[in-house]
């Protein structure tokens, strides 16, 4: 023992720091996500837009009630029924909802700066994913734009196949919108049926653009190709079942007491309250304000469709199913029309500077062949300027605002989508309603986050 020999006690005690790659502590980088926060002190103003108050002053608050009988609850993103990744904070009193703060940003999707980093051949791709449930709007809006700034004009055959894909969009995403909110309330037929009606617009939005979504089908100049062989068939099989579905999905909901139940006097929204929050769509129609922008403001030669712009009265839940279920018919209307009377000729415009030569010649001329690639490489170059164009989607005014420095790519591009402005909207419909009414409410809205977070 005498001869081991002795350790000092600092030498035992010593570690030795081994570094391992991948295993470095990340700094803490602090976020803004704390101030989105609904806080207890709030500005007047801020606190009225939470309270639903801003037009018309329906917040009923009992300052006896004690601070511990209110509490606030987090409804989402995760939640399947908010549609998407939509947080809702909601303060309660027992079942009743005192205010409501909607919160988005969870999806960062970034398409309108990427927007700046493609040609504008290359935009319909990228735009035609922002609202996923009626991409041939967005890139209809999408092209308008760009059209209007090379002052050129589609060829009619061009423009009414522009109409007719639109308006089969229109239907295919009301239906989703009738069967989703017929599932958050409890009318599970509903989604059944929606989904089973919407597979046959679908199969011939595949058939001729080669995808079920997301197309990019309506391009600058026209559209990418013409209708397929037998397309005329296709669509008279559309028009000749969904009328008989609409009637069945009337005798399941119109007078249901359940459903009236649930969606009469739900998440009313007044005409001043339309207005005051830019809300547009069927939500703003349900209110009894006769706006559509296929009628004030025409595109694409809808002017000379014949077709009603239903109007509704009450403003609430009940009244935006009905505005779906007959804006579904009266598309029915328009794509009938445009059946009938498809003019022939070409379907993109002549134009050696916008349109790539036919597929054959590639093969055949070698000038084609460089036409082609120059094209779909460097793009086509826009002269400078600004302009601003919108269309009816099935959610509301769905505008493009469009900026060219004269190079092949835009400076900018900015998109009005009604989705986000409807959202504004929610704390009006919630406040002093009920938990239960809020799903109901919601599902109204038919809200696309991938309109909202672009």
Sequence with gaps: MTDEKTIDATEATETVDLWVAGTEEPQFQPTDEGQQEMFVEETDERLAKQLGSVIDDDYLFDDDVEDDERMIVNMGPQHPSTHGVLRLQIEMEGEVIRRT????????????????????????????????????????????????????????????????????????????????????????????????????????????????????????????????????DDVAAILADLPVRLAQYDDLLKENPIWLSRTQGVGVITQEEAKAFSITGPILRATGVNWDLRKAFPYSGIENYEFDVPVGENGDVYDRYRMRVLEIIESLKIVEQAMDRMPKGDYRIDDRKVTPPPRARIDESMEALIHHFKLFTEGFKVPAGETYVAVESPRGELGCYMVSDGEANPYRMHTRAPSFYNLQALPITMADSLMADTIATIASMDPVMGDVDR
């Design 101 to 232: 703060k909607p919160i988005i940003g969870y999806l960062h999707t970034g398409m309108e700066k990427t927007a700046e980093q493609l040609t504008f051949g290359q935009g319909p791709t990228n735009v035609t994913r922002m609202d996923y449930l009626a991409p041939l709007h967005g890139e209809l809006a999408y092209s308008l734009a760009v059209e209007r700034l090379l002052d050129i004009e589609v060829p009619e055959r061009a423009a009414a196949i522009r109409v007719l894909m639109t308006e089969l969009n229109r239907i295919s995403s009301h239906l989703v919108a009738l069967a989703t909110n017929g599932m958050d309330i409890g009318a599970l037929s509903m989604m059944l049926y929606g989904f089973r009606e919407r597979e046959s617009i679908l199969a011939f939005f595949e058939k001729t653009t080669g995808l079920r979504m997301n197309h990019n089908y309506i391009r600058p100049g026209g559209v990418a190709a013409d209708l397929p062989p037998g397309w005329k």
